[in-house]
């Protein structure tokens, strides 16, 4: 049975805004509001959800490359949420972060060579000149030894992504958080790349946390799966549940356009109109209420819990409504 290699437990980022002539803080941008994952070893874990709902602030916490406001992260039983020096490194040699725009997440000055022995000689696990890693780590991804001398502009947008994947093997990790690792490429380099992770899974036993607002990204790779609206998880369980037994309006309505409930007059009844509220102002209640065919008064006055039933998750006061609806695709 597998462990719970990572969870995240309430956790908030939220942005002072500051405003007026004496610069005062005038409000808040709560761009992670009390997010809570646990994710498995050896598995595949899915963010998705719209531009702006979250997703790379999660990963930026998880990953510590941004200080949460609060909440807890804990690591292989490790609360790492302020670890520093020490603990911080052995962390960061654990838990590795690939972009999504793999061209400049690679410094244009560094060769193949030093770029993916980069974070080994920054945890000190380089000995001599390196050279048989190097070949080892781009043999991992599928690349000659001869990249070894090239430069970033001398690679096209796969094999740079196929680089930033070697570097991060570089320390052993045993999660790699990989916000949109595909969307910058081509569709089939995007699947060469799809599999080059589901093959380093199966050799490895590397656990992802996979964030993508390509559904079809998500049904391909991921075991569970949460659904992120502004700053917070609206759905959350199996990938069967979420996919499959849909309770929330926005996963509806993200499956729907995606063309998931392949039925017109279902996908009619999702439709969002609208776009997701200014973080800066969101509107009071459930913060989807402006958009959700669904919506009702008891919506517009107060946020609905996440409520959990035999491991699916679900914010909405409605959720009997949906799956009547969703029912009609059957
Ligand atoms: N440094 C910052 N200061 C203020 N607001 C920020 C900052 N970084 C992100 N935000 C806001 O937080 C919200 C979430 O941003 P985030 O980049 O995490 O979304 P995302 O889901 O990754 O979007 P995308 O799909 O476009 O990558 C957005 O409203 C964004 O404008
Ligand atoms: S709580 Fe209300 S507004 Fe929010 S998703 Fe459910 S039905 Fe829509
Ligand atoms: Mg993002």
């Known amino acids: 049975m597998s462990r719970t290699i990572l969870e995240v437990q309430d956790l908030r980022k939220h942005y002072p805004v500051r405003g007026g002539l004496l610069n005062r803080v005038a409000g808040v941008i709560r761009a992670v509001d009390g997010v809570s994952i646990a994710v498995e070893e050896g598995t595949t874990y899915g963010i998705a959800g719209e531009s702006g709902s979250g997703k790379s602030t999660l990963c930026m916490c998880i990953a510590r490359l941004l200080e949460p406001t609060s909440g807890k992260l804990i690591f292989e039983g490790e609360d790492y949420t302020k670890a520093r020096r020490g603990p911080l490194k052995k962390m960061r040699s654990k838990i590795q972060i690939v972009f999504q725009n ?50 970033p502009h001398e690679l096209s947008g796969g094999m740079s992504q196929r680089v930033a994947i070697a570097r991060s093997l570089s320390v052993s990790p045993s999660l790699l958080i990989l916000d949109e690792p595909t969307s910058a490429l081509d569709a089939s380099v995007q699947a060469q790349v799809l599999n080059l992770f589901n093959k380093l899974q199966s050799e490895l036993g590397i656990t992802y946390v996979l964030v993508s607002h390509d559904l079809s990204v998500i049904g391909h790779m991921c075991d569970r799966v949460a659904v992120m609206y502004a700053g917070k998880v609206v759905e959350a369980g199996s990938f069967e549940d979420v996919f499959f037994s849909t309770q929330h309006p926005y996963t509806g309505a993200l499956l729907g356009s995606a063309h998931y409930l392949r039925n017109a007059a279902v996908e009619s009844r999702f439709l969002l109109g609208g776009d997701m509220p200014s973080p800066r102002n969101p509107p009071p209640g459930c913060t989807l209420n402006p958009r959700c065919p669904f919506a009702t008064d008891l919506c517009r006055k107060s946020y609905p819990p996440l409520e959990e039933q035999g491991g699916h998750r679900v914010a909405c006061y409605h959720r009997e409504e949906v799956v009547a609806a969703l029912g009609g695709s059957a």
């Not at 060579?113 to 390196?130: C, F, S, Y």
């Open 102 to 151: 793999p061209i400049s997440s690679l410094d244009p000055q560094m060769s193949v060579k030093r770029t993916v022995l980069e974070p080994a000689k920054a945890q000190g696990l380089i000995e001599g000149d390196g050279e048989q890693k190097a070949k080892d780590l781009l043999a991992m991804v599928g690349l000659p030894p001869s990249a070894l001398s090239k430069y």
